[in-house]
C-alpha cells in the first residue's frame, strides 16, 4: 500500500472529513471526530488544516437530526446547507465545486437562487441509491465564480 503515497501517476489531494460523532482513522484523511461543522472553531481547524491551499470539492451529507416536522426539518437543512455554500466561498478555488444534501421544500428554490450568484452551473440531483419516494436530493453546484 505504500505505493499509494509514492506513485505519481496517482491523484493528490487533502481530504477532510468532519463528523459529530467519533469516527475511525481513515489512511490518507484528516478526520474531525465529534466537532460541529457550523462552529467557527471547526471552520477555523479546517481553514488550518489546509494550509494556504484552496480546494475543489466540498461536500455535505450532514442533516440534522429528524423532529418529525417536516417544515422545521427543512428549515434545519437549509440551514445547514447555508453554512455550507458560505464556507465554500472561503476555501473554493474558481471554478471549484459544491455538492450538498437537503431534503425537498419549500425553501429549495431560495438555495438555488442563492448558488447561483456564486456557481456557473447549479442542478438537483438524486442518486440513484436513494429511494424514489425520498425526499432526499443534492444540490450540485459547479465552476465556481469567486467573491464579486
Same mark, same amino acid.
Given at each position: ?35 460541529d461543522f457550523t462552529s467557527a472553531k471547526t471552520q477555523a481547524e479546517i481553514l488550518q488544516k ?7 470539492? /466540498? %461536500? ?15 428549515? &434545519? =437543512?437549509? $440551514? ?10 472561503? /476555501? %473554493? ?15 429549495? &428554490? =431560495?438555495? $438555488? ?16 441509491a436513494s429511494r424514489d419516494d425520498s425526499a432526499e436530493i443534492y444540490l450540485l453546484g459547479r ?6
Open positions: 500500500m505504500l505505493s499509494y503515497f509514492t506513485d505519481m501517476k496517482l491523484p493528490k489531494g487533502t481530504a477532510i472529513g468532519i463528523d459529530l460523532q467519533y469516527v475511525n482513522s481513515i489512511r490518507g484523511a484528516i478526520l474531525l471526530s465529534k466537532c489546509l494550509g494556504n491551499k484552496k480546494a475543489d470539492l /466540498v %461536500l455535505s451529507d450532514m442533516a440534522p437530526a429528524c423532529s418529525g416536522d417536516r417544515s422545521m426539518d427543512h428549515h &434545519k =437543512i437549509i $440551514e445547514l446547507c447555508s453554512s455550507v455554500i458560505r464556507f465554500s466561498t472561503v /476555501v %473554493l478555488k474558481n471554478d471549484g465545486a459544491v455538492l450538498c444534501k437537503l431534503w425537498m421544500g419549500g425553501q429549495q &428554490k =431560495i438555495l $438555488e437562487d442563492a448558488m447561483r450568484k456564486l456557481f456557473l452551473n447549479v442542478k438537483p440531483v438524486k442518486p440513484n465552476n465556481f465564480k469567486g467573491m464579486i
